[in-house]
């Protein structure tokens, strides 16, 4: 399971990106459909500050539309993601992911370090995956 934070990191050199290549290596790949807006949003962002030109960008979408990450539909996932954004006062996109991980019973990839400490904080009343913390 993985998201945004850790997918971008493959089709983008930065901090992290040879730790979230060896992640392909030996876990299974979903998310909420949601990773395709999100992923397509980083990259354009990367053109706007100049990062990434046009052309890197879309190849980089293209590659990341063939990775082989099994996208499964948000529509289920919104009221536990609502709930657990607000036990863990977080937003829902992130909470969508993690919802989801729990679901499929999987670890959860990110390289959200707040994301990570949010729910290292939180009660263990509230159900959470395994967490793969890529540093960034």
């Not at 979903?30 to 949003?41: G, H, R, S």
Request: proline share 4%.
């Amino acid at each position: 399971m993985v998201d945004a934070s850790i997918a971008i990191k493959w089709v983008v050199a930065e901090a992290g990106a040879e730790q979230a290549w060896r992640l392909r290596e030996r876990h299974r790949f979903l998310a909420p459909d949601l990773l395709a807006v999100e992923c397509t949003n980083i990259l354009w962002k990367k053109v706007r500050l100049g990062e990434l030109t046009a052309e890197e960008a879309s190849l980089a979408c293209g590659i990341l539309a063939g990775a082989g990450i099994e996208l499964c539909p948000m529509r289920p996932l919104m009221r536990p993601a609502l709930r657990l954004a607000l036990a863990l006062d977080h937003s829902a996109y992130d909470c969508a992911y993690l919802v989801l991980a729990l679901q499929a019973g999987v670890p959860f990839a990110t390289a959200d370090g707040r994301l990570v400490r949010k729910v290292a904080g939180c009660s263990s009343e509230v159900s959470v995956p395994e967490i793969i913390c890529v540093a960034v």
